[in-house]
């Protein structure tokens, strides 16, 4: 059973920076992709970032430039450093891993106040 587990979300002040955690564990092991996805109130869940088993990352326009997708193969880990926050990246950030089924951690808050 595949468990992810999100940390590193918070309160900010716009401009700010913080670093998201993805821990995976639990079988199966093997991906397509890892990524990041976030809900705001009263939103629809959208897409924010991917990065594919061989590295190849995918940004929604909205955060090119200044959200970056990562990953520790070691640590069974992905990332996502968020820079030049904006009040409008206020949402509840998932994780997700898609494999021959998709699954989804149980969310972080981030909040970015102007």
């Known amino acids: 059973q595949v468990q992810l587990v999100e940390s590193g979300g918070g309160s900010v002040q716009a401009g700010g920076s913080l670093r998201l955690s993805c821990a995976a564990s639990?079988?199966?092991?093997?991906?397509?992709?890892m990524g990041w996805y976030r809900q705001a109130p009263g939103k629809q869940r959208e897409f924010v970032a991917t990065?594919?088993?061989?590295?190849?990352?995918n940004y929604a326009d909205s955060v090119k430039g200044r959200f970056t997708i990562s990953r520790d193969t070691a640590k069974n880990t992905v990332y996502l450093q968020m820079n030049s926050l904006k009040p409008e990246d206020t949402a509840v950030y998932y994780c997700?891993?898609?494999?021959?089924?998709?699954?989804w951690g149980q969310g972080t808050q981030v909040t970015v106040s102007s």
């Open positions: 639990g079988s199966p092991f093997s991906f397509n992709a």
């Open positions: 990065i594919t088993r061989s590295g190849n990352t």
């Open positions: 997700n891993k898609q494999a021959s089924t998709w699954y």
